[in-house]
């Protein structure tokens, strides 16, 4: 019996960057090319936390454990969900704007500036604690692009960032700063 032949893999086509990273392409959104590259490095930097962010709450809801597990387990699950769709909301903004979105996992570690966790398990108090450190860096930072956004005339990615991020991060902090409250009795 014989075998047959394997083919030699194809090789990919090997091509050149339409756009580098950091530029525009001039798009007819009635906005300077200035203020559109100044909110897509502001996006890009919202972005690579937001991928951090949703990264942290998947973390999180393998390894939770305890008491609390089922009602954490789902909760970080949801976080992590409403954070994917900022995700996307954000990248598509900075192909709006004529920009390159940051999409790679290593472009993503090398940009945010959220603190990276380490790789074992805490506990779910630990958990909660470096999502809502996390989550006030992020609204720290999104606030001041708003901000920015706004005073340079950008409506559409204030508004992204405003109703958007500043609004389902600050409604993820109220509900994880509830779990770790205590009341006197």
């Known amino acids: 019996m014989k075998s047959a032949t394997a083919l030699p893999p194809k090789k990919a086509k090997?091509?050149?960057?339409?756009?580098a990273f950091g530029t525009i392409i001039k798009r007819p959104i009635a906005l300077d090319e200035g203020v559109c590259l100044e909110?897509?490095?502001?996006?890009?930097?919202?972005?690579a936390d937001t991928l951090t962010m949703r990264d942290l709450y998947k973390k999180h809801h393998w390894q939770t454990a305890g008491h609390h597990f089922y009602s954490l387990h789902?909760?970080?699950d949801k976080h992590y969900a409403e954070q994917a769709e900022l995700v996307d909301a954000i990248a598509e903004r900075i192909q709006q704007l004529g920009g390159v979105s940051l999409a790679m996992a290593a472009d993503i570690a090398e940009a945010t500036q959220i603190q990276?966790?380490?790789?074992?398990?805490e506990l779910p108090e630990v958990?909660?604690?470096r999502l809502l450190a996390a989550h006030e860096h992020l609204l720290q930072s999104v606030r001041a692009g708003a901000k920015k956004a706004a005073a340079a005339g950008d409506d559409?990615?204030?508004d992204l960032l405003v109703s958007g991020a500043l609004r389902t991060n600050e409604m993820q902090v109220w509900f994880l700063s509830a779990h770790l409250e205590t009341r006197a009795e």
């Not at 090997?14 to 756009?19: C, F, G, N, P, R």
């Not at 909110?39 to 972005?47: C, E, I, M, P």
Request: hydrophobic share 35%; proline share 7%.
């Open 127 to 129: 958990q909660i604690q």
């Open 116 to 121: 990276r966790p380490p790789r074992g398990r």
């Open 39 to 47: 909110s897509v490095n502001t996006l890009n930097q919202a972005l």
């Open 74 to 76: 789902l909760l970080f």
């Open 14 to 19: 090997v091509t050149t960057e339409v756009q």
């Open 156 to 158: 559409s990615t204030n």
